[in-house]
């Protein structure tokens, strides 16, 4: 599983899996057995739809097992990661959520929740680095947030099951749903690096970005697409495209 750069990739394979089994035991269950009718297929269908609907609480349930590491080192961290996430919800307009440090030697920033319930987590590792980088990288995550894109991910998660819920014989289309479920991940993270850099500066956010990535390392190009993250490489050059944009446009940075 080394080559697999995400948890969502791991999610993506066990969707496809999935899709195959079931549709193969519906394809047994109609030319042995006879069993044809629609509320069998249903059944089935909903059945996987259980299994691959634990991507919509996953999150939830991962933040309740991470509040329970906050304690030693993280509370050193917490004041500080308060004040600047104070300062940049003025910024961005959204209200002040919540912030929890807690202890792990990973690099990890997790935003979750909707509306006033919105939690950040932030492991000991990622609060230490210094407040430009730090600022920069909830930067991101206050895009996430001010976007909205927690709801929207909800929502195309809850479409994709309806899909195959209900379409139930139509695997090749539940399978390029996802697909497309994880480019619209991929845009939002675009568009989370894009609203940041508005709020602390390109070349801060591109720093931030160049950081992330040399300590979590960068997947190969052709993994993208079994991912909903873009490479880092991508990010900074979407900036960076960004960022002519914006200069050579009416009322734009100069």
Not at 11 to 28: G, K, P, T
Not at 43 to 59: D, N
Not at 61 to 71: D, I, N, T
Not at 190 to 205: E, N
Request: proline letters at 2%; charged letters at 15%; aromatic letters at 8%.
């Amino acid at each position: 599983m080394d080559l697999l750069p995400s948890t969502r990739t791991r999610y993506l394979l066990l969707f496809i899996c999935l899709v195959a089994v079931v549709a193969l035991v519906e394809a047994l269950a109609k030319a042995v057995a006879g069993w044809g009718n629609s509320g069998f297929a249903v059944t089935l269908w909903a059945c996987f739809g259980v299994a691959y609907g634990w991507l919509l609480i996953e999150p939830m349930v991962r933040v309740l097992l991470l509040k329970r590491m906050v304690a030693g080192a993280g509370r050193q961290h917490q004041h500080r990661v308060r004040r600047l996430g104070a300062a940049l919800a003025r910024v961005s307009g959204v209200a002040i959520p919540r912030f929890y440090v807690y202890e792990s030697d990973k690099f990890d920033v997790t935003v979750s929740g909707i509306g006033k319930g919105v939690t950040i987590l932030l492991s000991d590792q990622a609060a230490r680095i210094d407040d430009d980088l730090l600022e920069s990288v909830l930067a991101h995550e206050f895009g996430h947030i001010r976007l909205r894109h927690a709801l929207i991910r909800l929502t195309i998660y809850g479409s994709l099951l309806s899909l195959v819920i209900i379409g139930h014989s139509t695997a090749a289309i539940a399978v390029m749903a996802n697909f497309f479920v994880l480019w619209t991940m991929r845009q939002m993270e675009l568009s989370a690096d894009h609203d940041a850099a508005r709020m602390v500066g390109a070349t801060r956010m591109r720093a931030a970005l160049a950081y992330v990535g040399e300590v979590l390392g960068d997947m190969p190009a052709w993994q993208t697409a079994c991912s909903s993250h873009p490479t880092f490489r991508a990010r900074i050059a979407r900036l960076n495209d960004q960022t002519t944009l914006d200069q050579h446009t009416p009322g734009g940075t100069t």
